[in-house]
């Protein structure tokens, strides 16, 4: 039963008391898990480019920006680093004199390697009077670790990866991811009038020194590239925080007797995606950057998904203009669907012509993306399936391990099956065939959210999350596989990665 504080609270955030029970509802009877027709695999709803299609992609997708086609860089980058700091976190807490794992021993052996080092160097001596060998030499790991994430420090145990120093650069210069950012953006996204749009999703605390990095840096990289950079900045809005709830699905209230929301994770940038503007949008984590000295395949790679997508968004559209005209060749239309999107429906061959042409368009007619794919290599990600829709038709989607019944042995063996992942390497087109925006949040399935259990002050607590951004969240777009090389996926998921050859 909500009290009129909790009435007050919900709509200062713009949540609604029916989005309240709604949300109740899903942590009393939970997410289906979703059925599957097989594992998406090369010839099987995942597309191989050969270099024939490369070099036609890539005219193709210059050929879109000569034209004024517009594009823009979606980079979520609100989410905390502490995850990438979680073995150096526990070297504060135990105080530890000297390193002992094998991470450990990886991090303080190769310290003088990371980006940061020479500012790490500079907070020991400021806080410790010591550099960071003498400490080292003298048992003091944890102090070390200490000025790494503390705020006296270089705060990295709060800070956003995006504002973190990744890479050492030219000129003796060190970049931080947004600036790798920035200079993908000038090498793959600038339009005809060398624009380059890039839009960062942020935390609202940490916006004035991402605008403080992009003051100093853009200038000077406009000078550099010869391009104009529109960088923008949004927020996860406070009426897509979630609910959390006991163990029992009561909802949660602190010792003040106050209801607890939490970010819905980042299903809910569907949001800040549908409020963009370009007909293109490239996403991309903030973390999966590397040196400009070898950036070459990712650059090559992400016109060649973007060439891909524009050439079935102009078949889509000449196709959905021959339905309005009648003289629509419903055959020729199907195959493309089913070859060419991947989406099968076994009724349609037995529609008659009036409901083919409706089911067609149906399908036609909604947001487009290319989801470049990369050869499983024990790095985690979502998997490419093709799944059941509504109507009885499948077509490929994204799944994340906690969508697939883990009791279903043939579920799980699918899953096991798969021959590669998504790391996030996405382009969409948002518009229309008549160059109308869709309204994206018609196209999230609500059905695939995800509960996880967390706790707060002491206390065992659940919370959702919203359908994933590349997962529900565009569960009913039409979606397209095209295989790109591991080189293109370069995650930071710790601290030891950036001491990864790719990463020096």
């Known amino acids: 039963m909500l009290k009129e504080s909790d009435l007050q609270l919900i709509e200062q955030k713009g949540i609604t008391p029916d989005m309240i029970t709604t949300q109740l509802n899903n942590f009393n009877n939970g997410f289906p898990f979703l059925k599957i027709e097989s594992v998406a695999t090369v010839g099987n709803g995942i597309v191989a480019i050969n270099d024939q299609m490369a070099s036609q992609c890539i005219a193709r997708w210059n050929d879109y920006k000569a034209a004024g086609g517009t594009v823009e860089k979606f980079v979520p980058a609100s989410g905390a680093a502490s995850r990438m700091f979680k073995n150096i976190f526990a070297i504060v807490t135990a105080d530890k004199a000297n390193p002992e794992t094998d991470f450990e021993k990886d991090f303080f052996g190769n310290i003088s390697k990371f980006a940061f080092y020479p500012l790490l ?17 003298e048992g003091h790991c944890a102090q070390v670790a200490n000025a790494l994430l503390d705020a006296k420090g270089l705060n990295y145990g709060a800070l956003p990866k995006g504002l973190l120093k990744f890479h050492r650069a030219a000129a003796g210069t060190v970049h931080t991811p947004v600036e790798e950012h920035l200079e993908e953006g000038a090498q793959y996204a600038a339009d005809k009038d060398r624009n380059v749009n890039l839009h960062f999703t942020v935390s609202p605390e940490h916006r004035k020194e991402f605008n403080k990095i992009l003051d100093e840096k853009v200038p000077l990289m406009e000078k550099v590239w010869g391009v104009n950079y529109n960088v923008t900045m949004s927020e996860q809005k406070a009426s897509t925080d979630t609910i959390a709830v006991n163990a029992d699905n009561s909802p949660y209230r602190d010792a003040k007797g106050h209801l607890l929301f939490r970010p819905a994770g980042h299903g809910a940038l569907i949001e800040n995606l549908n409020e963009r503007e370009a007909q293109v949008i490239f996403v991309k984590n903030i973390d999966n950057v590397v040196p400009a000295r070898i950036r070459h395949t990712t650059l090559r790679y992400k016109k060649v998904i973007a060439g891909y997508l524009v050439g079935l968004q102009q078949q889509v559209a ?112 948002i518009k229309d065939y008549k160059g109308n925006k869709f309204n994206l949040k018609h196209f999230v399935d609500y059905t695939t959210g995800l509960i996880s259990e967390k706790s707060k002050d002491g206390v065992a607590i659940k919370a959702l999350e919203l359908p994933g951004l590349w997962n529900g969240s565009m569960s009913d777009w039409n979606t397209v596989f095209v295989e790109v090389p591991i080189e293109t996926f370069n995650p930071v998921k710790t601290v030891n990665d950036l001491l990864r050859p790719q990463h020096q």
């Open 121 to 137: 160097n500079k907070a020991c001596v400021e806080m410790y009077q010591k550099n960071v060998t003498e400490l080292i030499e």
């Open 318 to 429: 000449q196709y959905l203009t021959m339905l309005d005209e009648g003289n629509a060749p419903l055959a020729e239309i199907l195959k493309f669907v089913e070859n060419s999107l991947f989406t099968h429906n076994p009724a349609a061959a037995s529609m008659d012509e009036a409901t083919l042409a409706q089911y067609l368009r149906n399908k036609l007619n909604r947001p487009l993306r290319v989801c470049g794919m990369v050869r499983n290599e024990g790095e985690p990600g979502g998997g490419p399936y093709l799944t059941y829709n509504a109507d009885g038709s499948y077509s490929p989607q994204i799944l994340e391990a906690a969508q697939i019944d883990a009791s279903n042995p043939e579920a799980v063996q699918l899953m096991k099956s798969g021959t590669h992942f998504n790391p996030v390497d996405l382009v969409c087109y």
